[in-house]
């Protein structure tokens, strides 16, 4: 459904609040916050959802499909934890697709999808990090950094800017988001790291994925 780039989002991130907004179910793929995606929309609830999106506030809440052969997900068919998005372009394709430019701004956990008049919704809830002690933390970043420069060694398809970029980070959150939206693992690995909320165990995730 998508042709994915990851690009590390220059503006400061959103707060988020709780609130229902229409939702666009991802196949192969789990979203990050700090991370401008452009995907590919064609089936039609996803369409509505976005023209919902367009006449509202421009978000949309972004989750992965359980099953990616299904090919109309409904309520069941969706994890419960995905991405508050920017929509930030929307392009018509002349196959009929529609190409859609989304910035991830926070994860959300869905209290409940609702399906109203053949659109798909969710109430969805902010999922703020659990901080520890930045000291107690840094040797897991630095362990974290060092796994990732070398798996980006051994797969070099990261520009050396946005390796640059990740390395300067101070936020521990947006740090994980963007090393967990570059590197190849499973859609389910992906999806439990974003169901993480305390740092460090996120952390201690992240490095057993590398």
């Known amino acids: 459904m998508a042709t994915k780039i990851a690009v590390v989002a220059s503006q400061d991130p959103e707060t988020p609040e709780e609130g229902i907004c229409p939702v666009l179910p991802v196949r192969d793929m789990v979203l990050f916050p700090g991370i401008i995606i452009p995907l590919f929309v064609g089936r039609p609830r996803s ?19 359980t099953d990616n052969g299904t090919e109309d997900p409904e309520i069941g068919d969706l994890y419960k934890v995905g991405t508050l998005c920017n929509v930030l372009q929307v392009v018509r394709v002349p196959d009929g697709t529609t190409k859609v430019l989304v910035e991830g701004i926070a994860r959300m ?24 002690e930045s000291a107690n933390l840094e040797p897991w970043r630095r362990r974290v950094l060092g796994s990732f420069e070398r798996y980006n060694t051994l797969q070099p398809r990261i520009p050396s800017e946005v390796m640059a970029s990740i390395a300067e980070l101070n936020d521990l959150g947006q740090l994980i988001n963007l090393i967990g939206s570059h590197i190849s693992v499973k859609l389910e ?10 740092v460090e165990e996120a952390l201690s995730f992240l490095l057993r994925l590398l």
């Open 47 to 65: 369409i509505r959802a976005m023209e919902s999106a367009l006449l509202q506030d421009k978000k949309v809440f972004v989750a992965a499909q």
């Open 109 to 132: 956990r869905v209290r409940e999808y609702r399906l109203d008049k053949d659109i798909l919704t969710a109430h969805v809830v902010p999922m703020p990090w659990i901080q520890a």
């Open 189 to 198: 690995e992906r999806q439990a790291l974003l169901e993480l909320q305390d």
